[in-house]
T-cell receptor, first 112, second 112 residues
Framework: QQQVKQSPQSLIVQKGGISIINCAYE??????FPWYQQFPGKGPALLIA?????SEKKEGRFTISFNKSAKQFSLHIMDSQPGDSATYFC???????????FGSGTKLNVKP | SQTIHQWPATLVQPVGSPLSLECTVE??????LYWYRQAAGRGLQLLFY??????ISSEVPQNLSASRPQDRQFILSSKKLLLSDSGFYLC???????????FGPGTRLLVL
């Protein structure tokens, strides 16, 4: 059973536009939801993360929106730039157990 | 400073040959350690994780094994590689009392 479902698989956005990536999870016990950014040939790097006690978290141009009742969360990239072109992964896990399940990834291409 | 190392960076192996990938972490003690596999264009699949020396949890039954002979060393092994073992192998760690997972640079394995 896939614990975390991510969509879309790929996304093309014009420079300056808003990129939106969505994830849904199954296990209501999950209490930590990070997003990772991965450039080709590199390991993923933590971008932003949220705990379920808040509905939104913003860091610069990156915002996580969290809907606990729907078991969904999303990443919004405002004013998308060509340098944001990368693969983005959502994840969900149990904070105290330090174990995470990853979505299948979204390949973002921001066109100049 | 805290860093994670993986080697080799790239590996080409024939089917049926053994495998040993090494991961070491510097600058911390008693980290949680993880092995993930990323198939081409796919998400991250958790293979093994370890919360201490000699303590290994397997997430997916397959012909791979993991060992943690020292606190900051995590080894991924196989006695006989399969074609399906090809992929990008990522080691990751979480420091004590932290929720942030850091990834290594990865090892690209091609089984021919």
């Amino acid at each position: 059973q896939q614990q975390v479902k991510q969509s879309p698989q790929s996304l093309i956005v014009q420079k300056g536009g808003i990129s939106i990536i969505n994830c849904a999870y199954e296990n209501t016990a999950f209490d930590y939801f990070p997003w990772y950014q991965q450039f080709p040939g590199k390991g993923p790097a933590l971008l932003i993360a949220i705990r379920p006690d808040v509905s939104e978290k913003k860091e610069g141009r990156f915002t996580i929106s969290f809907n606990k009742s729907a078991k969904q969360f999303s990443l919004h990239i405002m004013d998308s730039q060509p340098g944001d072109s990368a693969t983005y992964f959502c994840a969900a896990g149990l904070y105290n157990f330090n174990k995470f399940y990853f979505g299948s990834g979204t390949k973002l291409n921001v066109k100049p | 400073s805290q860093t994670i190392h993986q080697w080799p960076a790239t590996l080409v192996q024939p089917v049926g040959s053994p495998l040993s990938l090494e991961c070491t972490v510097e600058g911390t003690s008693n980290p949680n350690l993880y092995w993930y596999r990323q198939a081409a264009g796919r998400g991250l699949q958790l293979l093994f994780y370890s919360v201490g020396i000699g303590q290994i949890s397997s997430e997916v039954p397959q012909n791979l094994s993991a060992s943690r002979p020292q606190d900051r060393q995590f080894i991924l092994s196989s006695k006989k590689l399969l074609l399906s073992d090809s992929g990008f192998y990522l080691c990751a760690w979480i420091p004590p009392h932290s929720e942030t997972q850091y990834f290594g640079p990865g090892t690209r394995l091609l089984v021919l």
